[in-house]
């Protein structure tokens, strides 16, 4: 057990305990991994309990065989219970393909049928439905359930090209097989949903994917990449998420409250809590513009330790993750692994 921090620090004895509750074998595992640093016998048990029962099991039970969940070509829609939202909420649950040969199964079933030949993920299997968002999404996910092809390589590379911009025609250039499209128009996490303006809801997936690389996979594009996004995300105070319309509404032009709520899991719809993590990740942990967002975030613990959800998608994944408004041991998890990065 880790040492208890001092009262006012990031937790306590009883969020960790009630975090490593055997009642909650999914929860139990990451905090083991995440918070306490477990390894040996207890986190392999603990793993192989998080597998056979819970989410990652409930999941996997509604998965066909061949590898996809809802209907064969069911790559984004219905959303939250198609094949990608499905592989998206397996990685957020900490799965693994070394535990479970369906878990990649279900990879090689996205990447044979929802990529298409230059690397692009998308809603419709074609390039011209590729979204920063997306891509950053399933590349992480991949890489988290501990995925390797070569395609996925391609896949990287191509979201790094995205941002930008090396190696990308212009939508006009209507020939070209990799050029920008009507929904993504341009460099810099452009998209079609901020009227062609860049979206932090698809930099801050492309960040996250780029940071679980490998220093030795990170090629001079994604540094470029990287850089391009760290300075776009602290183009505004993380804190207030003051991004060109932030996932908001072109009427209003404020960004989506989402930006404010935090839950589980995160699908396009991300927050200031994983933006934070994005940037830590990325080394940025201890800078000091990110003093209002860790502010925002300890702000948010109630006087247990614990922290509330505040965005779900109950009724719409395959699993519930918890009511609203209630101390939630997957956003609790969230958050402390989160301060208990180099911060």
């Not at 490593?20 to 991994?33: C, I, K, N, T």
């Not at 079933?109 to 011209?128: I, K, N, R, V, W």
């Not at 709520?261 to 201890?286: C, I």
Request: include cysteine; proline fraction near 7%.
């Amino acid at each position: 057990m880790p040492k208890v921090e001092k009262p006012g620090q990031h937790f306590g004895k009883s969020v960790l305990d009630w975090l490593l509750e055997p009642s909650d074998p999914g929860v139990r595992y990451l905090a083991l991994r995440d918070i306490v640093k477990a390894d040996g016998k207890e986190l392999a048990i603990a793993k192989k309990a998080a597998h056979t029962q819970g989410p990652i099991a409930e999941i996997l039970s509604k998965m066909n065989k061949e590898g996809f969940w809802v209907g064969p070509d069911a790559s984004y829609f219905p959303m939250y219970t198609a094949s990608m939202w499905s592989v998206i909420l397996l990685a957020q649950l900490g799965a693994s393909i070394e535990m479970d040969e369906r878990i990649a199964r279900a990879c090689k079933y996205l990447l044979d049928h929802f990529l298409a030949e230059y690397g692009h993920f998308s809603s419709t299997g074609a390039p011209s439905a590729y979204l920063d968002c997306l891509q950053g999404n399933l590349c992480c996910s991949l890489v988290d359930l501990g995925y390797a092809d070569p395609r996925l390589d391609k896949a990287y590379e191509l979201m790094a090209r995205y941002v930008t911009g090396e190696g990308i025609s212009p939508a006009t250039d209507k020939k070209e097989k990799v050029r920008y499209y009507a929904a993504k128009p341009g460099p810099v996490f452009a998209c079609s949903g901020t009227m062609g303006r860049p979206c932090a809801w698809g930099a801050i997936p492309v960040m996250l994917a780029l940071s679980k690389l490998p220093v030795e996979k990170k090629t001079p594009l994604m540094e470029s990449a990287i850089k391009m996004g760290v300075d776009f995300l602290f183009s505004k105070d993380p804190a207030t998420a003051d991004y060109p319309l932030g996932g908001g509404t072109k009427s209003t032009g404020k960004p989506s409250g989402n930006w404010w709520k935090f839950g589980f899991p995160v699908f396009y719809s991300t927050d200031v809590l994983q933006n934070v993590e994005a940037l830590a990740r990325l080394g940025y942990g201890k800078d000091p513009r990110l003093a209002n967002a860790l502010q925002l975030i300890r702000d948010k613990q109630d006087a247990e330790g614990r922290w509330p959800m505040e965005h779900d998608y109950a009724g719409k994944i395959w699993v519930d993750f918890g009511p609203k408004k209630q101390p939630n041991k997957w956003v609790t998890l969230r958050a402390l692994r989160v301060l208990g990065m180099d911060i």
